[in-house]
């Protein structure tokens, strides 16, 4: 299953796990707390977590290992996570683009997966933020956890002890880059659905037709026909 490594509060597990990494004898070791600080989520974005109610998890993966472009990578990462949400809560849960993790039309976990050279080889890095028992976002209106979206009260250990067993199965039987991209598309959020986008300040509808290997995502807008986008490029309002 790998080694799993507890801290009562850190600034960011992304940021911590490579000391771990020093002592750490595994392909697969993971760092978890329930009071991240100094969250950090994709492009410079911040994730904050509410201290005792949410997870925040980051799993380093030797890059050898991993015989996938990053752009697949990050999809498989993606596709993981929705798979162990979906088998735990028993709903169906969607990935938004890039790798946001969408249940109930609310956000409930962010991803950032980096690379990093730590003691002379080369790891993914992958950082997840879970919203497990946080019941209120304030301002945030797009964030939900597994509380809010499913009225379940989960056991934050028991939550992290089976989520680092089934990454780190997963990631030992990787399947064909086809296949991921296939598993990716099947879970898009809002795919083959009228959608609003915002393109360089101007709303245009839209319809997400599909993800391609490249990491661009492919949308049939109402004014400009079918046209690919890169992250940040394109932002999905929802």
Not at 54 to 67: D, G, I, M, R, S
Not at 129 to 141: A, K, M, T
Request: hydrophobic share 40%; glycine share 6%.
């Amino acid at each position: 299953m790998g080694q799993l490594f507890y801290l009562k509060e850190c600034s960011s597990t992304n940021d911590e796990i490579s000391r771990f990494l020093l002592y750490g004898d595994s392909d697969f070791i993971a760092l978890h707390t329930f009071n991240q600080t100094k969250g950090r989520g994709q492009y410079g974005n911040t994730w904050a977590a509410a201290t005792g109610k949410n997870v925040a998890y980051t799993l380093a993966v030797k890059a050898e290992n991993v015989l996938l472009s990053d752009f697949i990578f990050n999809y498989y990462t993606a596709v993981v996570i929705r798979d162990f949400l979906a088998n735990l809560t028993d709903h169906d849960v969607k990935i938004k683009w890039p790798n946001d993790i969408i249940l109930k039309n609310k956000k409930i976990v962010g991803i950032l997966i980096e690379k990093k050279k730590i003691n002379q080889s080369n790891y993914f890095i992958i950082g997840a933020g879970f919203n497990v028992l946080q019941d209120h976002f304030e301002e945030i209106s797009q964030a939900g956890s597994l509380l809010t979206q499913t009225g379940q009260v989960y056991d934050l250990d028991e939550f992290v002890l089976n989520l680092h067993e089934y990454l780190s199965e997963k990631l030992k039987n990787i399947p064909s880059e086809q296949e991921i991209i296939d598993l990716f598309n099947l879970n898009l959020y809002r795919k083959n659905e009228i959608s609003v986008f915002e393109i360089q300040k101007e709303r245009q509808n839209g319809i997400i037709r599909n993800a391609d290997e490249k990491g661009e995502l492919w949308v049939e807008l109402e004014k400009d026909g079918l046209k690919s986008f890169y992250h940040k490029e394109i932002k999905l309002l929802y």
